[in-house]
């Protein structure tokens, strides 16, 4: 059964109240009971208390001061992850198209989508409508391919049950969308299903396997298999596989059927790599006309957003990069870490040698393509040779037997049976070879969730040299393993030694405060990018040189310069020679450094890893240095200004294969993702406050509405804040507060395609800044109004019944009021005589929660001094899609259903002053009579003279807003009576029991 909601229409009472039609039932079946009954959201606070579980070297975890109250109950994550357990689809092994697997199932997606050959070739852009992909020789049918694909895609989400399913033209994106339909507010998660032809380079190609083992075969790239817990296959981490999984994280909520406050939409594209050419907006404004259009960065994102001018999602995000959540694109400086070994020329022990590269794993032999992705590898390998022939036999094997047992102190050795040895150590004459392999390859952007190779290896050099009596005043060896020992190494811990904690950077520099962001990050030894080891030692010239890949996500080039000057100042502090570090910057943030949804991810991220260790035992291991953080290259967030950021795939800790030959992902992993994406959906599906809000656009006279566009303003989660302490019980009277918000919302400087620095978020409406300028000639010769349905979330307290719930939701308790509050000033909004209330307020009750009901009003707030309240009719459209005039002149509408013209009744006014903002007033806010809502009687007996004794019955009264009045009333009665008694407006029956006993008592 899909799972439907109906919208409520509103009947008129009074000028300035409504009510609702009868109720006819609170909840429509589920698909799925629900196991646990909501009453009221459990809050889940991410703040930390004082005594917070610490890190491992003994401090107390960071806490970003920008937090989020999770909705999510834990027994709710319970419910999704069963639920994604039995989606999941696990076979030990299979190959795709066999028929050992459930298609309709995680892993079953996950083969059959890689079995299509989905590499974006590029091509021409095209010049009109419908915009079709190139089909050539050279893209190898690159129209015919995607086709395939997305076809394959529309019939496993129909296959899958999703209620909504839209594709718009057949090689473009396709949607799938849960929740009730008439939410206002929509979340979206949009990824790509391609990959690009770096993964299938002729070099590439021959490196790529086929489910046998074999080398060359045709094909072999889009021909997946399941072998050893891995799933191998072209865009199985980048990004067909976590695509799909984001389809089956919201099947999973389908399932679930728990509450949702917004729509949940998944947008599958099919282009982020080697796009075909975005059409012009010259062009692309012959078919729709959108103000101040302007193209996306990337094709998906153009033919979503301009294209097809699809509703912008309240808040998004894309599974393409890592976990726990991306915010951002960094800087970057590559300087050399480096110090002359030519004084230990004629010493035992120096160094002949130093290579670095990935690290061996026994029994998997295409480990080693990781090297030739998308991003270099850190150094998960290190070979270091010695010269040690002026060294004793015994001095050898005390270098030896101290360098292992440091490794063995460490767990690293001994070697588990039938793997690699992290640590080897061999003497072959008089040369001495130590060889380290981590055993997980270690990307470059992510150098604390990592083990460095080249680290461990200096640590072990420190540890052996000192054993046979060397210190770093003897040998410059000594001096260099204990520098990189020392700052990368301390204690024995790397994680946020990655972050520059042991250079000598300010606390309060080492995360962004607001959501704790590295600001630097370190990744020593990067730049691997073969399988061959690169070669960090020059014997002949005693040149010891590393390349240090740095990445910034700061805000202001002087901070970071504060940053550097410290980092350069540490490293010649323990002898070694650093190129210039400059002040890199954060290169763009998709959202703001403040914003609440990273707060929300990187909560949800939390709460899913760490409700469940045992499961999630790997990330959760490293949850001490888990953090939101910036990447090294573009994703398709960049197009949705503040509203959406990177959410996966690769979860902290596991190794990213991205546009290599044999490109594949854990199945263990892929499970994992898809719940952790699932609790971030359902988490971003629920109001943060009490009020959502859909923006539209309205045919007002003298007002410009072009501007009410929710990629041109500056609209997320947490927009819509709680204003009930606003509201006073002398503004209330005898009403009952609801729900009461306030709200302001800037506008962008232009539509939100582009990910701005911090900086530009800074400066505001100022030249540079992300918002419109307050120069700007049209702001200055119009008046902009943002038209709107504003949304009220109602939810049933404990203390009311099931038949007072049904009556309080069918306006038996009163009229639900509007009002608005300016200064002190109550101000109703009242529909005009004549006029019908139902073109201004709306309601509508969800099948997934029947213990709330939504309670909407239409606003217009024009950016303009406030003059007092305004009601009007106008024609308005929430779908913002239109055709252009002269297309239509010649050309049929291809989505008549679409840009539906609708008559509605708005309450407008000026929110006080011009300032290319759109602000409420002091309070927006929805009240109801403060009825009795419950009863409850109790009664006293009191011995007179006698058999006669005193009774006294009190009937204690719950309102709607849960306070509690008592009706009281005395009688004189006889030991053991039995009777009805009349107590203000209640009948009430007791019986007693000799002169102070009450033996029975209800309201009759």
């Known amino acids: 059964m899909t799972h439907r909601t109906r919208q409520r229409r509103v009947r008129r009472r009074s000028s300035d109240v409504f009510g609702f039609d009868h109720f006819r039932e609170i909840a429509e079946m589920r698909k799925k009971p629900l196991a646990l009954t909501l009453a009221m959201s459990l809050l889940l606070s991410m703040g930390v208390p004082a005594n917070a579980s610490a890190t491992s070297s003994g401090k107390e975890r960071f806490q970003p001061s920008v937090t989020y109250d999770l909705s999510v109950t834990d027994a709710e994550r319970d419910a999704i992850h069963a639920e994604v357990e039995a989606l999941a689809g696990r076979v030990n092994s299979a190959r795709a198209g066999d028929g050992s697997y459930d298609p309709l199932t995680l892993i079953g997606a996950m083969l059959d989508g890689s079995s299509y050959d989905s590499i974006s070739r590029g091509g021409t852009a095209a010049t009109a409508y419908p915009f079709p992909v190139s089909n050539t020789e050279a893209n190898q049918n690159e129209y015919d391919r995607k086709v395939a694909k997305l076809a394959w895609v529309v019939k496993l989400a129909t296959d899958l049950g999703f209620p909504v399913v839209v594709q718009r033209q057949p090689d473009k994106y396709v949607y799938a969308e849960i929740g009730d339909p008439d939410a206002p507010e929509m979340v979206m998660a949009l990824s790509h299903l391609d990959s690009p ?97 302007s193209n996306p960065t990337f094709y998906d994102n153009w033919a979503y957003k301009n294209l097809n001018r699809e509703e912008i999602p309240i808040a998004a995000y894309t599974s393409d990069s890592r976990f726990p959540v991306i915010v951002g694109n960094s800087g970057a400086v590559t300087p050399s870490v480096a110090m002359s070994l030519s004084a230990d020329s004629s010493k035992a022990f120096r160094l002949t040698g130093a290579t670095a590269g990935v690290t061996l794993r026994e029994c998997d032999p295409t480990l080693k393509d990781i090297a030739y992705g998308s991003t270099t590898q850190v150094a998960s390998r290190a070979i270091f040779t010695l010269d040690v022939a002026g060294a004793s036999s015994a001095q050898r094997k005390r270098f030896v037997s101290a360098i292992t047992g440091a490794a063995k102190t460490k767990g690293w050795l001994p070697a588990a049976r039938h793997t690699t040895p992290k640590v080897q150590t061999t003497i072959t004459g008089d040369s001495l070879t130590l060889e380290v392999n981590t055993d997980v390859a270690m990307e470059m952007p992510t150098p604390q969730y990592g083990r460095n190779a080249v680290v461990w290896g200096m640590f072990l050099l420190s540890q052996g040299l000192g054993t046979v009596g060397i210190t770093a005043a003897d040998m410059q060896l000594k001096k260099a393993a204990d520098g990189i020992a020392d700052l990368f190494f301390r204690d024995g811990v790397e994680g946020e030694a990655y972050i520059g904690k042991y250079m000598g950077i300010p606390a309060n520099l080492l995360r962004n405060p607001s959501n704790g962001t590295p600001n630097l990050t370190f990744a020593l030894m990067g730049g691997i990018n073969s399988e061959t080891p690169t070669s960090f030692y020059t014997d002949a010239t005693g040149s010891l040189s590393m390349p240090m890949f740095v990445r910034s996500m700061h805000v202001t080039a002087a901070d970071s310069g504060q940053a550097t000057a410290a980092v350069t100042a540490a490293f010649q502090a323990k002898g070694f020679t650093i190129g210039d570090l400059g002040s890199p910057i954060g290169a763009g943030l998709y959202v703001d450094h403040d914003n609440p949804l990273t707060a929300l991810q990187f909560g949800s991220y939390r709460a899913s890893v760490e409700g469940n260790p045992k499961e999630f035992a790997d990330p959760n291991s490293l949850k001490d240095v888990v953090y939101p953080q910036g990447t090294t290259g573009g994703t398709l967030a960049s197009s949705y200004r503040n509203k959406m950021t990177a959410f996966g795939a690769v979860i902290p800790g596991n190794e990213r294969w991205w546009h290599t030959a044999n490109e594949r992902m854990k199945v263990d992993s892929a499970v994992q993702m898809t719940k952790i994406m699932a609790d971030g959906m359902l988490e971003m599906a629920r109001y943060s406050g009490p009020a959502g809000a859909k923006f539209m656009s309205a045919n007002i006279p003298g007002l410009n509405a072009d501007r009410s566009d929710l990629d041109l303003l500056d609209v997320t989660i947490g927009t819509f804040k709680d204003a009930s302490a606003a509201v006073g019980t002398s503004q209330l009277g005898s009403q009952a507060l609801l729900g009461a918000t306030k709200f302001n919302v800037p506008m962008w400087n232009a539509r939100g395609n582009s990910a701005p620095t911090a900086s530009a978020f800074a400066l505001g409406h100022a030249p540079g800044g992300v918002y419109l300028p307050l120069t700007d000639t049209e702001y200055l010769n119009s008046t902009y109004v943002a038209p709107m349905r504003l949304e009220f979330k109602v939810e049933r307290p404990g203390y009311m019944s099931d038949p007072a719930w049904a009556k309080f939701v069918a306006g038996g308790y009163g009229d ?51 003059t007092g309240v305004q009601p009007i009719l106008a024609d308005s459209k929430t779908d913002l899609y239109t055709v252009n005039p002269t297309y239509l002149a010649s050309n049929p509408d291809p989505f008549p259903g679409r840009g539906a013209i609708q008559q509605r009744g708005f309450f407008q006014f000026g929110d006080g002053q011009k300032n290319a903002e759109f602000s409420s007033p002091d309070a927006v806010y929805v009240t109801v009579a403060n009825a009795v809502v419950g ?14 004794n005193a009774l006294t019955i009190t009937v204690k009264q719950t309102h709607v807003d849960g306070s509690e009045t008592p009706v009281t009333a005395s009688f004189t009665i006889k030991n053991n009576a039995a009777g009805t008694y009349t107590v203000g407006d209640y009948q009430v029956y007791v019986e007693t029991k000799g002169n102070t006993q009450v033996r029975s008592i209800h309201l009759v």
């Open 816 to 866: 639900f009021q509007f009002n608005i509050l300016v200064g002190d000033t109550v101000v109703p909004l009242a529909v005009p005589a004549g006029q019908s209330a139902d073109k201004y307020f709306s309601s509508r009750t969800s099948a997934n929660n029947p213990d709330a009901i939504y309670l909407s009003v239409n606003l217009a707030i024009t950016d303009a001094p406030y």
């Open 935 to 948: 009863a409850k009687p109790s009664a006293v007996v009191k011995k007179l003279t006698g058999n006669t």
């Open 197 to 293: 032809t770096a993964s299938v380079s002729p070099a590439q190609l021959a490196r790529w396997r086929d489910a046998d083992g074999n080398l060359g075969t045709p094909g072999a790239y889009h021909s997946p298999y399941i072998q050893d817990g891995w799933v191998y296959g072209a865009g199985m981490q980048d990004d067909s596989g976590p695509t799909l999984a984001t389809l089956l994280a919201a099947k999973a909520l389908l399932e679930a059927g728990l509450p949702l406050d917004r729509r949940i939409r998944i947008v599958m594209g099919i282009y982020e790599d080697g796009g075909p050419g975005t059409p012009s907006t010259t062009n692309t404004a012959t078919f729709q006309s959108i103000p101040y259009n």
